[in-house]
């Protein structure tokens, strides 16, 4: 069965220094991986999606994530942090194969300081 | 509509009342997902509908959980009995159904259990 791992459930990041949150996954074959931010009282909003080709990935708001197939890894990343990045994001994982069935990770809250 | 609509927003129940929690999705979408979002843990697929399948109901976590889709579009999640530990954030995500996983999610139903 799919499964993804966020191990930091809170960071904290001073406003305008870089930013990587960790995601592992656990998936047979090629993954689809993707990272989606809740600010406070949203909805989810996709960030940015993984399917094949390029490993990096930019996606909407400064952000981009590189797949790692030998780390089973999938980690956000962000040269520069806003104040209004401050958030929850949540990685997930969907199955290749089938049906989009997509497993979320518990989430990194993240909190940014002036 | 432009998004994915879910109401009520906020839900407020006594112990071994029902409720029913409603999710309109985009117009045109096949593929209708409710999730649950408890404190602390990442998002917890309950069930699946695309198109005029089958639905994946391998996601609920008791008989007292029920969905149904009406008319391929606006879709019910029923809860029996409703326990505190039913208390979560529910989602509900529409997609084209087309393999690009391009999930919208709505802004969610607050379910408090006293």
């Known amino acids: 069965a799919q499964s993804v791992t966020q191990p930091d459930i809170h960071i904290t990041v001073s406003e305008g220094a870089s930013l990587e949150l960790r995601c592992n996954y656990s998936?047979?074959?090629?993954?689809?991986l993707f990272w989606y931010v809740q600010s406070p009282g949203q909805g989810l909003q996709l960030l940015l999606k993984y399917f094949s080709g390029d490993t990096l990935v930019q996606g909407i708001k400064g952000f981009e994530a590189e797949f790692k197939r030998s780390q089973s890894s999938f980690n956000l990343r962000k040269p520069s942090v806003h104040w209004s990045d401050a958030a929850e994001y949540f990685c997930?994982?969907?199955?290749?194969?089938?049906?989009?069935?997509?497993?979320f990770g518990t989430g990194t809250k993240l909190q940014v300081i002036p | 509509g432009a998004g994915v609509s879910q109401s009520p927003s906020n839900k407020v129940t006594e112990k071994g009342k029902d409720v029913e929690l409603r999710c309109d999705p985009i117009?045109?979408?096949?593929?209708l997902y409710w999730y649950r979002q408890s404190l602390g843990q990442g998002l917890e697929f309950l069930i699946y509908f695309q198109g005029n399948s089958a639905p994946d109901k391998s996601g609920l976590p008791s008989d007292r959980f029920s969905a149904e889709r009406t008319g391929g579009s606006v879709s019910t999640l029923t809860i029996q009995r409703t326990q505190q530990e039913d208390s979560a954030v529910y989602l509900c995500a529409s997609s084209t159904g087309a393999g690009d996983y391009g999930y919208t999610f709505g802004s969610g139903t607050r379910l408090t259990v006293v």
């Open positions: 998936y047979g074959a090629t993954p689809y």
């Open positions: 117009s045109g979408h096949t593929a």
């Open positions: 997930a994982v969907g199955n290749s194969g089938g049906y989009q069935k997509v497993t």
